[in-house]
């Protein structure tokens, strides 16, 4: 214990002394839409590409196990939190910028955002992503999808850091996007810059069709309460929610946590719950639709433990 204080400490003063701002035992439900989460020993916020090719340099080599963290919409902390250093990549790394049809977005930029940038330029094609509440980083990612679209789609390249502090650019098929998956989960480098291309398209429809999108998630999303979006993977031949459903188990309730009402693909925090009561209800969950669908749920949150 004593050792890995040493170790938080030493760390800590080495980021400092490169004007980084470090944290101790800050909160992760304050940084989570579940808003689930006990402390991470250091928390570090990244405000330029310089600080984050340094800091993952000095984490790597202090050895300590580091997380890095978007807009939290995609990830569920274990109520003991995090023994390591949760790297930021929020809103002081956020430059977007375009020329052409091309969208450079910086990780920490919203979706959101892009998509706003991107219909006041006239260029169409990411407007599926309007309502996905992730950055830029988390959602190349973890190649989030809506409406039949997703990153791979409209990504071409991507600036990145490996664990020794240098930057790469990768291009689409170094990607290596899937259903809910991207290199990144093999290789541990952080996302800095990402690269959209999109096509000329008419400023109203595109407008239109992101306000679509958005009252779609309205009507049919529990919105209204802490979570991080579908819980399952859609398996194979299914959707997660409807066999959910199909199971009777909407309102399926644990501590605080249980399925929603509105939408059965979604765990809802109702009001503190825990790691614990959202990872019980996703398993009981799982085991029940298995055995009465023979379908597996895998889930789609990330869970970090
Ligand atoms: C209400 C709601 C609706 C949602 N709807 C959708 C939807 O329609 N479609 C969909 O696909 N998802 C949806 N989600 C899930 C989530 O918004 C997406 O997965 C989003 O892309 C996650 O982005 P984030 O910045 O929050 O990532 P985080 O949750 O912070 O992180 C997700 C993963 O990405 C990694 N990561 C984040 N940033 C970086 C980086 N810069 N470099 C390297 N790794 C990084 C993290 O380590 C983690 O493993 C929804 C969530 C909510 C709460």
Same mark, same amino acid.
């Given at each position: ?18 004007? /980084? ?14 808003? /689930?989460?006990?402390?991470?020993? !250091? ?14 340099? !000095? ?115 170094e990607l290596e996007l899937g259903y809910r998956t991207s290199c990144f989960e093999k290789n541990k480098w952080a996302i800095l810059e990402v690269e959209f ?8 429809? /595109? ?99």
């Amino acid at each position: 214990m004593r050792k890995e204080n040493n170790m938080v400490q030493e760390l800590k003063k080495q980021l400092e002394a490169e004007t /980084i701002t470090v944290l101790e035992q800050e909160p992760l439900c304050q940084h989570t839409t579940f808003k /689930i989460g006990g402390n991470a020993s !250091l928390f570090v916020e990244i405000t330029s590409p310089e600080q984050l090719c340094k800091a993952i340099a !000095l984490i790597h080599q202090s050895k300590m196990p580091y997380y890095f963290l978007g807009k939290g919409s995609n990830v569920l902390f274990a109520d003991e939190g995090f023994h390591g250093v949760v790297v930021h990549l929020g809103k002081d790394l956020c430059h977007i910028r375009i020329k052409g049809n091309q969208v450079y977005a910086q990780a920490g930029a919203s979706l959101q955002q892009v998509c706003v940038e991107a219909q006041k330029a006239g260029l169409s094609g990411m407007e599926f992503a309007y309502g996905i509440p992730g950055s830029v980083g988390g959602g190349l990612y973890m190649n989030a999808g809506a409406y039949g679209g997703d990153m791979s789609c409209i990504v071409s390249g991507a600036s990145c850091v490996d664990m020794e502090g240098n930057i790469h650019h990768l291009t689409l098929p170094e990607l290596e996007l899937g259903y809910r998956t991207s290199c990144f989960e093999k290789n541990k480098w952080a996302i800095l810059e990402v690269e959209f291309t999109l096509h000329q398209g008419d400023k109203d429809t /595109i407008l239109s069709q992101m306000q679509d999108y958005m009252s779609r998630r309205r009507e049919k999303q529990p919105l209204d309460k802490p979570s991080a979006g579908s819980a399952f993977k859609r398996p194979q031949g299914a959707y997660a929610s409807a066999l959910i459903d199909q199971c009777g188990l909407k309102g399926y309730q644990v501590g605080g946590a249980a399925i929603s009402e509105k939408h059965a693909g979604f765990i809802v925090n109702l009001g503190g719950a825990t790691c614990k009561d959202v990872l019980a209800v996703a398993d009981d969950v799982s085991a029940i639709v298995k055995e009465k669908t023979g379908f597996v749920l895998e889930k789609e949150i990330r869970v970090v433990k």
